[in-house]
């Protein structure tokens, strides 16, 4: 079962109940019915066409350092604008690591059901690439992919599924991902020079993707190498030699910035802005090494942690064809929601058999009442075949549920948010403010699995001298 959020860690494999779903690549081919559900992008220059998809989440930043947010700290002027003539949502969670979170987004699931290993998406699940591609769009995604395999658990091959990809960190590109990068495009490894910055090559290679397909449909995937660390100046830095990582984090941020600017601007280029929905929001909270000043106090991030500061991600939403801007939204949303949310703005059906964690907030973009969640689910076990779990990136087994205000652990532990957002002091059983929530979570967490999936040890050559998982 799943224990808490204390260090201990407890594991009964006879428990699994409601594992994963999985479902072959080739019965989904056969199987997926796509149909159009006559959702058009309002306005004049709506057509038949189905709208572009342009997902860009940055890596490791959490809602603190973004103007949108009222961050003074980073300068952010394009998201700024972005989410002035969108919607910005105030209340988007992520998990509080990469991979967790890239599995949630591309599966449009709880990790608790589909997780394997770190750094790797099992082969067998539908993902958001199959989505688009089987409905005929043009696909393709550049920067950090991270889901080749993990140490125990095989994963899909760099781009899989994509019909073109330029990626860092796919088993042939372990070196740098910032200046005189290591890049694989297409399986090929890219010669760089050392003055070129893989920021760069992403984009550049995703703009030649969107203006290559400007008379299509297209699926257009960014998750970022922007703004991890190392932190290092970027080509905008007045110092290019500083070492100042506080410093040098801030330009990063307005680099992801800059070019979150560069996607508008080639959109509006091609003429494609009201075809479009552009979608921004970052995997998991800020790195612990960054303060930043947010409303009268410093946030140090927490990736890794459960905390606010560890999941609390922004989230901007434009799409000036189709929704109304201006607007702010602080409806939960969760990362699994994200592939049904751009499937409905699409006007694509997810397969018979496919059951999906996440629900569509794309209705509540259009201005409808759509179905707001009550709660959200965090399941995180991001090294479920590490030795110890003594750091937060090698985490021992816990899951939550939380509303806007309370956060409910499956030991039992509850917090109130609004007046301990750092999770210090559980509330007592006893306390009957609290009582309705600690209710209505618990009822919430047991529709969930008691226990994450287990993908077995020794499933791919690679597992081979791996420290045996503790629960065996
Ligand atoms: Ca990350």
């Known amino acids: 079962m799943i224990s808490s959020r204390s260090r201990k860690m407890i594991r009964n494999p006879s428990s699994r109940r409601g594992q994963g779903r999985r479902y072959t690549r080739q019965f989904m081919r056969h199987a997926i019915a796509v149909c159009l559900l006559g959702i058009s992008l309002a306005g004049a220059d709506a057509s038949e066409r189905r709208p572009n998809v342009v997902l860009l989440m940055a890596d490791d930043v959490g809602y603190e350092c973004f103007g949108a947010y ?7 002027p394009r998201l700024n604008r972005l989410a002035d003539g969108g919607v910005r949502f105030t209340n988007c969670y992520s998990t509080p690591l990469c991979t967790p979170s890239r599995v949630a987004l591309m599966t449009g699931m709880s990790n608790v059901r589909n997780y394997a290993d770190f750094g790797s998406l099992l082969p067998d699940q539908y993902t958001i690439t199959e989505l688009f591609r089987d409905a005929g769009y043009a696909t393709a995604v550049a920067g950090k992919w991270q889901l080749q395999g993990g140490q125990n658990a095989p994963g899909v091959p760099p781009g899989d599924g994509f019909d073109t990809y330029c990626l860092w960190n796919t088993g042939n590109t372990e070196g740098r991902r910032y200046w005189n990068p290591s890049i694989e495009c297409d399986g090929e490894i890219l010669e760089v020079r050392e003055d070129q910055y893989g920021p760069d090559i992403f984009t550049d290679f995703l703009l030649d ?12 995937y960014y998750p970022m190498a922007l703004v991890h660390s190392p932190f290092l100046p970027t080509p905008h830095s007045k110092k290019r030699e500083s070492e100042d990582e506080q410093r040098n984090f801030e330009d990063m941020v307005a680099y992801a910035d800059y070019i979150a600017g560069r996607f508008h601007d080639a959109l509006e280029a091609l003429g494609l802005v009201r075809s479009t929905v552009f979608i921004f929001t970052s995997d998991n909270g800020t790195h612990h090494r960054i303060d930043s000043s947010f409303g009268g106090t410093t946030i140090r991030g927490d990736k890794g942690a459960l905390t ?20 702010v939204i602080d409806d939960l949303i969760d990362f699994a929601d994200f592939l049904p949310t751009v499937a409905e703005a699409a006007g694509l059906a997810i397969p018979d058999g496919v059951a999906l964690d996440g629900i569509s907030f794309w209705d509540r973009l259009r201005g409808g009442p759509g179905n707001p969640r009550e709660w959200h689910y965090t399941y995180y076990f991001p090294r479920p075949f590490a030795a110890e779990f003594d750091n937060p990136y090698r985490h021992p087994e816990v899951a939550y549920v939380r509303d806007k205000r309370y956060k409910l652990y499956a030991d039992g532990q509850l917090f109130d948010l609004r007046s301990d957002p750092h999770e210090v002091s559980p509330l007592p059983p006893s306390d009957s403010a609290s009582a309705s929530a600690r209710r209505k979570l618990g009822t919430a967490l047991a529709t969930m699995p008691a226990s994450g999936a287990r993908i077995p040890s020794g499933r791919s050559a690679a597992s081979k001298g791996a420290p045996r998982p503790r629960w065996q």
Not at 308 to 327: E, F, K, N, Y
């Open 70 to 76: 009222g961050s003074r700290q980073y300068s952010t």
């Open 209 to 220: 993707f969107i203006s290559a397909n400007r008379d299509r449909p297209f699926f257009a």
């Open 308 to 327: 606010d500061a560890g999941t609390h991600v922004p989230l901007i939403v434009s799409a000036p064809g189709a929704i109304r801007g201006g607007r």
